[in-house]
């Protein structure tokens, strides 16, 4: 399942790696020798999956869940205080200096700088049909990142590979165009399985394509000023009516240590503990004294958690969604033996009380700084990299669920059909075991988005397109300011680059 990724990441390595300089050359790459074969291609184009995983489990994640009411880091006795970081991104009071703002830009354009890169190296091979597959796939993958850039900081440069002129900004509608051309363009080219089989695992095939479409459509109002929700239905049709696709039973086993290609996923971050590293989840999220329950290698952080008013949407009988969340009082796997925290028991308390409000701080008694919901969704792996502490568990981008609560969030705003947006949402209810709805809301929707999608990095772009980003949670006053919905460009960027302008509001 995870073989390609991994494959990518060693002949990617293979390729930088130093050997002695004083030997004969008796060959060497060119663009006619080099890649040529599928393998080659993989090794040419497996940076830019790298560099795309390895930020996106822990920055990426951030920018998205932390400055929601999904998930919150407080300081912990001082404890991941850490500048008051993860505080500004909670009460959404973060400033153009600050590092993780300037990662998530980088991060973005890392990555389609490698994928500028790898496409001129593409262009001057030996044409082939693997070489349009690997190109429309690189593309692809240049427009996702483009589209998380946008998506954060709004009006942002279009950049080209190999000259020397400083990027001119470009509006959102430019980068939006952007965007829906290249994937147009190119999503007929794709591979097109009935289902995402191990060997398109990771890699953008024609669903992947058009679940970015369908996403892009679905902001489009919120992007451009101009609302596209009968595009973003028209593309999650041809996912639903053009695939095998389905629903897996068991909806714990898309997150698991040992998850992979399935009926559902249609495009994921793949991780690997040693080779491809980035999912640190178990690490920032769980109590130390939890390492035995879960058999794991090292001790996890106690960093952190979900608020409890997200928490109490998580309420509805026989749900097994319910059960990503550790609540309550803890116990060894055998259910009966306490886990104990010095000397109570270790407890995790939905309301989060602090001690110091300057620092979002819970102080240091025992029960304090166990305070939080903790999430179990990607659960715990005992081959966690002991050094690293990164896991195995992918994280899934796109997968036929969200398709199908896109659908019917369009429908409803689009006056279409009550019955059919119901069908949609039943289906996700009906595997998780919940009951059926006979009818269903705005609000209803994002709150089973919230139910379903929970700590996936949906959170922030759901609640701006339903206009719930500047409201209030945690220690969270709300009303922020509606420029808040989108990133500060990164006060360094404006420095080395005269062409960009700073956001409203900054």
Not at 85 to 112: C, E, F, M, S
Not at 305 to 334: H, I
Request: proline residues 4%.
């Amino acid at each position: 399942m995870k073989k390609y990724i991994t494959a990518a990441a060693l002949m990617a390595l293979s390729l930088t790696a130093c050997t002695k300089l004083d030997v004969a050359v008796e060959s060497q790459l060119t663009s006619e020798n080099f890649p040529v074969t599928p393998d080659a291609f993989v090794a040419a184009t497996g940076t830019v999956y790298q560099k795309f995983n390895a930020g996106f489990g822990v920055d990426i994640w951030r920018m998205y869940e932390l400055t929601s009411e999904e998930a919150i880091i407080t300081a912990r006795n001082g404890g991941y205080y850490d500048q008051g970081r993860y505080q500004t991104l909670h009460k959404h009071n973060w400033l153009p200096d600050q590092p993780i703002v300037q990662a998530a830009w980088q991060w973005g354009y890392a990555g389609i700088s490698d994928c500028n890169r790898v496409l001129n190296l593409l262009e001057k091979s030996v044409d082939s049909p693997t070489k349009t597959q690997f190109l429309n796939e690189i593309r692809t993958m240049r427009a996702l990142y483009y589209f998380y850039i946008m998506d954060m900081f709004g009006n942002v440069p279009i950049t080209s590979f190999g000259t020397a002129e400083l990027p001119k900004q470009s509006t959102k509608a430019e980068v939006f165009a952007f965007i829906e051309k290249e994937l147009l363009a190119v999503s007929e080219g794709l591979s097109a399985p009935a289902t995402v089989t191990a060997e398109f695992y990771g890699r953008p095939t024609k669903w992947m394509a058009y679940a970015l479409l369908q996403k892009l459509y679905i902001n489009a109002e919120q992007y451009i000023g101009k609302a596209m929700y009968a595009e973003s239905i028209t593309y999650g049709d041809k996912i639903i009516n053009g695939t095998s696709m389905t629903l897996v039973s068991d909806y714990n086993t898309l997150f698991s240590p040992t998850n992979g290609a399935n009926t559902e996923t249609i495009f994921a971050a793949i991780y690997d503990a040693n080779y491809s590293a980035g999912n640190a989840i178990t690490r920032y999220t769980l109590h130390s004294t939890l390492r035995a329950k879960y058999n794991l290698p090292f001790s996890p952080s106690n960093a952190q958690c979900t608020l409890k008013e997200f928490y109490d949407t998580f309420n509805l009988p026989g749900d097994v969604r319910n059960a990503t969340w550790l609540a309550g009082r803890q116990f060894l796997a055998d259910g009966v033996t306490p886990i104990m925290n010095g000397s109570a028991q270790l407890n995790f308390t939905p309301e989060i009380v602090l001690t110091n409000d300057q620092t979002m701080d819970v102080g240091a008694e025992v029960n304090g700084i166990s305070r939080g919901v903790r999430s179990i969704k990607f659960y715990p792996d005992p081959n966690t990299n002991s050094s690293t502490r990164f896991q195995n568990n992918d994280m899934p981008i796109f997968r036929l669920a969200d398709v199908y609560l896109l659908k019917a969030e369009a429908l409803l705003r689009t006056n279409g059909s009550m019955a059919e947006a119901v069908k949609l949402v039943n289906r996700v209810r009906v595997r998780a075991k919940a009951a059926e709805v006979t009818a269903i809301t705005l609000d209803g929707i994002l709150e089973e988005r919230g139910r379903e999608l929970a700590w996936e990095g949906w959170r922030r772009n759901d609640l701006i397109r339903f206009g719930k980003y500047q409201g209030k949670w945690g220690f969270k006053a709300g009303n922020e300011g509606a420029y808040r919905d989108i990133f500060p460009i990164p006060a360094t960027e404006l420095v080395l680059n005269k062409n960009l302008k700073q956001n409203p509001g900054y």
